[in-house]
């Protein structure tokens, strides 16, 4: 019983890490800092290559954040790991259609999960400091992980009902807490680095246009 319950406690010490690591770094559209780049987490897309509920609503709340002047710039960052799959231009298109400027808005073909997003935004694009969009059970680990990656960053959790996805995404969250601790000691490489990208940069110099 004591082994059990040792093994319980070391499984959710992960867990515990991102809510006290980001306890002061959730806002919400309504409050959070302005700040030069928003970055939008990719989370799936559905028939049609459109984005799915959840990803839709991501987009919406950098949308909102741009047009009340709080963002400048939206990095979107997702899989294009297959040429039938490309959610970076899914979510330019889906941002496009709600009143953010296509020059405004920059894509990274290569965030295959949450750590890889992260370090291609300080690495390759440039970004010291970001505003996070994603659910609320994924903001606190998209945090601390920028964090981790050296990106000054704020978490806005969108709403959702609570179904079937909200529930398996709450779930596996706690196992994807243990890999975050991982990823944010050992810090590895993410799938692709490559050169760095000026996308960032041109597109807030062209902001003050």
């Known amino acids: 019983m004591q082994a059990v319950m040792a093994g319980c406690v070391l499984a959710l010490l992960p867990s515990a890490w991102l809510y006290v690591s980001t306890a002061d770094r959730l806002r919400t559209t309504a409050d959070v ?3 030069e780049v928003a970055v939008v987490f990719g989370a799936g897309l559905w028939k049609h290559g459109e984005p799915s509920p959840y990803l839709a609503h991501r987009l919406d709340a950098a949308a909102t954040l741009y047009r009340a002047g709080r963002i400048e710039v939206v990095l979107v960052t997702g899989d294009n790991s297959r040429e039938d799959y490309d959610e970076p231009d899914a979510m330019r298109a889906y941002l496009t259609r709600h009143g953010v400027p296509d020059a405004r808005i920059v894509s990274d073909y290569a965030g295959f ?3 890889d997003s992260c370090v291609r ?3 390759i694009f440039g970004v010291d400091r970001a505003v996070l969009i994603s659910q609320g059970f ?3 680990r998209a945090v601390a992980l920028c964090e981790a990656a050296g990106v000054d960053s704020y978490g806005v959790g969108v709403a959702d009902k609570h179904d079937v ?3 398996y995404g709450g779930t596996r969250e706690v196992f994807a807490a243990g890999k975050a601790a991982l990823d944010a000691v050992f810090q590895p490489d ?4 490559g050169r760095k990208e000026p996308g960032i940069a041109r597109a807030l110099a062209g902001a003050g246009d």
Do not use: S, V
């Open 165 to 167: 996805t909200w529930y």
């Open 113 to 115: 999960d949450t750590w």
């Open 121 to 123: 935004a300080k690495k």
């Open 190 to 193: 993410p799938t692709f680095l």
């Open 138 to 140: 994924h903001i606190r």
């Open 33 to 35: 800092p302005r700040t």
